[in-house]
């Protein structure tokens, strides 16, 4: 089947290897179809099946109840930042959003955009974005409260999510989304591209509670309204047929064979608490987040001496640890351990950081 | 490998088998990454090139030179219906449309809900759509002027685009780009969702004129500005990777194994000619379109006795012939015949309306 390597990569990332190996081998003929799932119809019984089993999987796993629809929509998070104000925030109220990053500056600059009207109640930005911010005052008049649950650039993760009594949470959990149990109770909506924990980028996750529907302006494009994929069961126009089947075998075997989010919860604190242990007690490797508020999902690290990270990254890689260089725009490393990184890929690299460190130390 | 059926799908549709054989072949380690297409990052050299070939491979199989963009977009047709208008008519300028069926029924509400200036120029609604409009006058003062290239519910098809002199021409190619050959010089901007001659489901080819760009206005939401995909090369966010790794692969295909656009035209000729031909010849069937506008990619027909229809495209299926069904807002049938269907499926379904006819005729 060709080489496999550790795949540390931030997203497109890992996919549970189970998951390709049903794909590849059903690749030719869905089902006793005659037909691979990229040649069925949407409008087929085999695709009707499988959306609606993910619909009723992402429900079960996240335990949320009737009162929550859930929606696949095209164009990444990024589309979401503008789609979230443009159905939820009347052009006469205000959000609160909190700002921990890159991406929430760029969830509050399309709301901006177009011409809504947002206040930042808070920020880490005074520290570089290496904590999150705590003791949150709300506007009791605001229409939602925006957060973005994991900042995969800083390596910062909402342990807790901030109380935020009646007004809605909306969320961008896109890098953490099934990491952990949720309760959802709190929240009007969450979005998430699923090229991290839930398949193949292409599909986006929105899980929007019923009330926050009514909220929809009539006016919008019909692409861009809500209203539309919770009425057509996302099949308005012909969907992302390949990327919700990926999802779709994700989320089974998050279920069926993880065992449900308390347990992937467990071996993903596993996952990380190895890594992390190791940095606290190393002083050639420095972890960049705040220990309270670092993310299990992005472990954000520095070397001591920097110019050693390039090497670090090459040597890594060669030995089949791949996808360690930080983002772009913050340099450094960083491991992603989503759910389909298997503790035996992170003890590879904690076990090569060793190394490293014995060599370069 | 499992079975394969002759597949007449509507879209998705049919895939070239030796493109389906390629992607199953390197689904687990993509040349040699160690990691499945759907894992590596879309800042890889590994996907760079997936889509800097697949842009060449566009321009250089339309013909178009330097000053064309090659856009990878999702949201399918149905968000170009918005984005068209969006991006190309200002608030006081008008555009021309032609209404040749629900395709342009939809991008011209689409245009209206947005409370842009449309006139409809020209429509065929007076004979439900069973042909294309001629001899059309469009105003000079039009910012654009859009079409339906080819009518996949009503199997119409434009055979010569109309005259616009130095009108910009728009155009939904869906269900037609890359069947034939096509002068692009007339033409601002083509779009075209990839799920019937170019790939799956989940990415939609934009080709647009530079100067069109110019038109783009500042206060667009990021991810719906041609803009931002023209300057971020389609990646300002992560991009459909998979669907557009495919049609990398169809392009090559198209390229390497047919032979390029005017061979593709013969073959879908020769395809269209022989269920066209036999249509002709019966009393059993009849062709739903004009002779001189119908469509080679969607041949629409009915049976003489509509009550024979269901069973026709049930006993059709049971011989290994699916898709067969008429869309569900016109009913009767439709044999869709894009560029993956190969020529002895034709052979095979005439072969069955032959034996059909003779048995219930």
Redesign the interface.
Known sequence: ?????H?F???????P?PV??E??G????YK?????I??????SAWFEEVINDAKVRVKRLLGCGEDYEVLFI??????Q??MVP?NLLPDDQVADYVNTGSWSAKAI??AQ???KKVRVVASSEDRDFTYIPKNIDFNEDAAYVHITSNNTIRGTQWSRYPDTGTLPLVSDLSSDIMGRPMDLTSFGLIYA?A?KNL?????TLVVIRRDMLDRVPD??????RYTTFSAKNSM????????IY?VQLVLKWLEETVGGLAKMEKINKEKAALIYNYLDKSDFYRGTADKEDRSMMNVTFRLAEQSLEQIFVEEALAN?L??LKGH?SVGGCRASLYNATVLEAVEALVSFMTDFERRYG
Chains 1, 2 share one sequence.
């Open positions: 089947m060709g080489k496999r390597i795949n990569n931030p997203g497109p990332a890992a996919l290897l390709l190996e794909i590849q059903e690749f030719l003929d006793g179809s005659g037909m691979s990229t040649e069925v119809s949407h409008r095209q164009g990444g998070a990024s589309l930042f503008s443009m600059k399309e955009i177009l011409a591209g090229q398949g193949p980028a292409g599909v006016n919008l494009p019909t692409m861009l308005f126009n012909t969907p992302p047929c390949f990327a990926v089949d791949g996808g772009r």
